[in-house]
């Protein structure tokens, strides 16, 4: 089955820099890679999402590149702020089989 | 609109009880899943219905751990003997019918389990 690596699993940036958060997966026939936030109690909220078929994606301050061939994807945060301090998921889905990434903190310092 | 709604939003219960988790899916949605959320981790996948079917209960832990959605829409999560390794939030999610294996899920807020 498929299988979701995550790194870092904490990271700290001071306001305005940027934040990257990257993943790994296994099953190549992965072909829908979602990013969820989670905040303290609630449950994950879908921030962007990639397509195989596509290379990078851009949401303001969101980006998402995928690398197909070394089965890998990135979360780029740009300008961050304190209100983007939470836990962030990465998953790899193939049909309805969705396999999540074991989180990073994101600290955001203002 | 509305998202998904789960009740209740935490359940404390002793070892051995029986225990029902609610979740109501975003109207529209034929996709349902639960997922379980453990400390630090990330979701769990553990059954999945597609309308009033189970299409993917593999990730369901053991027997103890059943499911339903008997009109397409509310499904509940039961557990039976509850034991404390049962503890842990309890995430509930729905989509459209997925198009060409695109899953886009939208989740609610959980249960949280605890089982003393």
């Known amino acids: 089955g498929e299988n979701v690596e995550q790194h870092p699993s904490t990271l700290s940036v001071q306001e305005g820099d940027s934040a990257v958060i990257k993943c790994t997966y296994s099953?190549?026939?992965?072909?829908?890679f979602p990013w969820y936030k989670q905040e303290l109690g609630k449950g994950p909220q879908l921030i962007i999402d990639?397509?195989?078929?596509?290379g990078e994606k851009k949401d303001q301050r969101i980006a998402v590149t995928l690398n197909k061939t070394a089965k890998h994807f990135s979360l780029h945060i740009t300008e961050t702020q304190p209100e983007d301090s939470a836990v962030y998921f990465c998953?790899?889905?193939?049909?309805?089989?969705?396999?999540f990434g074991a989180g990073t903190r994101l600290t955001v310092k203002p | 609109g509305a998202g998904v709604s789960q009740t209740p939003s935490n359940k404390v219960t002793e070892k051995g009880k029986y225990v029902e988790l609610r979740c109501d899916p975003i109207?529209?949605?034929?996709?349902l899943y639960w997922y379980r959320q453990s400390l630090g981790q990330g979701p769990e996948f553990l059954i999945y219905?597609?309308?009033?079917?189970?299409?993917?209960d593999s990730g369901l832990p053991n027997d103890r751990f059943f499911a339903v959605r008997p009109e397409g829409s509310v499904s509940t999560l039961k557990i039976q003997r509850t034991e404390r390794g049962d503890s842990a939030v309890y995430l509930c999610?729905?989509?459209?019918?997925?198009?060409?294996?695109?899953?886009?899920?939208?989740f609610g807020p959980g249960t949280r389990l605890t089982v003393l």
């Open positions: 999610a729905s989509s459209l019918t997925p198009l060409a294996g695109y899953n886009e899920q939208f």
């Open positions: 099953d190549s026939a992965s072909n829908y």
């Open positions: 990639i397509r195989s078929n596509v």
């Open positions: 998953a790899a889905s193939y049909n309805n089989d969705m396999r």
């Open positions: 109207s529209g949605h034929t996709a």
């Open positions: 219905f597609q309308g009033t079917g189970a299409a993917d």
